[in-house]
């Protein structure tokens, strides 16, 4: 039995990902979503329900992390653990967003010695920051709040500029951390003032929609696009690796998660359902 617990879940493509990986891979496992009022509920249900892995999400990531056993360096470097471990009801936390994010990059571009403007401040932009820099990037964050920009500045040796600011610096890779353009939220942008055209690379973190308004521009300003949908397979394909000790499907994993953002997206706009259907294997 593997779980996600959260607040809201409902929205989730984390069940549809890791059941269909279970199944593909011949385990007789399943993972179910838990909609719980706060992080020590998780751990409860963890401990009495012999819950073997457990995905963490919003709002629970950074505040959980005091209630377990034992965390990862790099998590407790990030401040936050998206994966527990359940090993004879000692519990392990693990961060795999920044190993998600760094594949996905990966995947589209060099990384080492490129400098990446993240937007946001929060806790994927702090895995972002840390990945890009273990990978030998150069992250500068781009955030709305000083004061939480100052407290990752100060933790993971990045700088944290205003908003504002963005015009003045020159990256390789523009990286969206921020909830900004995520359904239902899906006419905006967190670009205002300037455009996407000034970077090479343009990834948004949000998977739902898949082309968000930000990759719309950025690909109409002939940018190369990514979206969050590699980094939220690898995210969980390495969750799979940390609970099972076994490689995950994650070929099947991206197709299941995909073709449902597809008809879910096409249920969201039957009218523009021909311009949608344009160019999704891009992404
Ligand atoms: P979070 O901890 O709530 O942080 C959100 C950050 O965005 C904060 O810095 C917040 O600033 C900023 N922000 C929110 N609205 C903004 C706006 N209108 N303008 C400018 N900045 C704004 O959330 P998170 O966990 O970091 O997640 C951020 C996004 O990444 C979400 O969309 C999430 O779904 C996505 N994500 C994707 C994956 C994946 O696998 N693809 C994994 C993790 C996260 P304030 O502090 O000022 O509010």
């Known amino acids: 039995m593997f779980a996600l617990f959260g607040n809201p879940v409902a929205q989730s493509r984390s069940p549809l990902m890791h059941n269909a990986a279970y199944r593909a891979m011949g385990l007789p496992a399943r993972y179910e979503a838990f909609q719980v009022k706060n992080p020590n509920e998780a751990v409860r249900m963890i401990r009495e ?18 209630l377990l056993d034992e965390v990862d360096e790099d998590a407790r470097i990030i401040g936050a653990v998206n994966t527990i471990r359940n090993l004879g009801g000692r519990l392990e936390g693990f961060n795999t967003d920044w190993i998600g994010l760094t594949r996905s990059l990966a995947g589209r571009m060099e ?7 993240v937007l946001g401040a929060g806790g994927a932009a702090r895995a972002a920051v840390f990945g890009i820099a273990r990978e030998g990037g150069i992250p500068v964050v781009f955030c709305r709040n000083q004061e939480t920009g100052k407290t990752l500045s100060r933790d993971l040796g990045c700088p944290a500029l205003p908003l504002s600011r963005l015009d003045a610096v020159t990256a390789h890779c523009l990286v969206n951390a921020t909830p900004v353009g995520m359904a239902p939220g899906v006419g905006e942008t967190p670009l205002t003032g300037i455009g996407p055209g000034r970077f090479d690379w343009v990834m948004d973190m949000i998977y739902n929609p898949l082309r968000t308004k930000l990759l719309e521009d950025a690909a109409a300003a002939g940018c190369g696009v990514i979206s969050g949908l ?7 394909a390495e969750q799979i690796r940390i609970w099972t000790g076994m490689e ?3 070929d099947i994993m991206t197709h299941t ?27």
């Open 49 to 66: 329900e012999n819950i073997r892995g457990a995905s963490v999400t919003i709002p629970f990531k950074t505040t959980l992390i005091t």
């Open 248 to 250: 995950p499907p994650v």
């Open 230 to 236: 590699s980094m939220f397979v690898h995210q969980g």
């Open 111 to 117: 990384i080492k010695g490129k400098r990446f403007a």
């Open 257 to 283: 998660v995909r073709e449902d953002l597809i008809r879910r997206s096409k249920m969201r706009s039957v009218k523009e359902k021909k311009n949608r259907d344009k160019g999704y294997a891009e992404y």
